[in-house]
């Protein structure tokens, strides 16, 4: 910590001075600083021809934002797991498996009520909080750098990844084995529109993040 401390201010007495990004980079690399280093120092203080370095807002962590966050991407998870659970019941009831018992239908209508249920509580809150949160954010932009946001966010972008990735894998798994039903095809197609949107959604979103902090 002191190591970086130390760093900063070197970093802001020579941006203060006049040098250049390039010029206190390469000084800093002659010395054995690392790359990320150098690069996390310079990072710390906005390009500007103001006189003296301007730094930029340090990631947060606020116990209100945190609240709705947690909630926000729990609703987001509740609401896209039960609307791909209530596609899959109407292959169901669609594309029958034979071999099934026959009161098979009983459950799978149980099942569509529980997530039609459950979509109509979350997903409401899920636009509700996404309402708040991007309002909060055009009043005062800075708060995109809040720490529970990007957790989060990379969270979700992990397991949707995930998702993704084991979706695949059992289309091929079932491809290569001659056992891909339009059935099966349906309930993989269905995984990953779900997964993969929910993924390029995020990824765009840190994308815009990271060319508005370049801006």
């Known amino acids: ?13 020579a941006l203060a001075s006049g040098r250049s990004r390039d ?9 054995g600083w690392r790359g990320d280093q150098v690069k996390g120092a310079l990072a710390a203080f906005a390009p500007s021809d103001f006189p003296i370095p301007v730094p930029v807002p340090k990631p947060y962590l606020s116990a209100r934002e945190a609240f709705i966050y947690l909630v926000l991407f ?34 799978i209508r149980e099942a569509i009520r529980f997530s039609v249920a459950s979509i109509v509580i979350a997903f409401p809150i899920f636009l509700w909080l996404s309402a ?21 966010t990379y969270l979700t972008l992990f397991v949707a990844a995930g ?46 993040d990271e060319s508005e902090a370049d801006a």
């Open 1 to 13: 910590m002191a190591g970086h401390d130390e760093l900063q201010r070197f970093v802001r007495k």
């Open 23 to 31: 010029e206190i980079a390469k000084a800093l690399r002659d010395a």
């Open 74 to 107: 729990t609703t987001l998870y509740l609401t896209a797991f039960n609307l791909g659970r209530l596609i899959f019941q109407f292959i169901n009831l669609g594309f029958p498996d034979i071999a099934a018992a026959y009161d098979v239908d009983h459950s």
């Open 132 to 152: 708040i949160v991007s309002r909060s954010i055009r009043r005062d932009p800075s708060k995109r750098a809040s720490k529970i946001r990007k957790w989060l």
């Open 163 to 208: 998702i993704v990735i084991g979706d695949l894998t059992a289309l091929v798994y079932n491809f290569l084995g001659g056992e891909l039903s339009l059935r099966i095809g349906l309930k993989v197609l269905t995984v990953g529109a779900l997964a993969g949107g929910v993924f390029g959604y995020y990824l765009w979103d840190l994308r815009k």
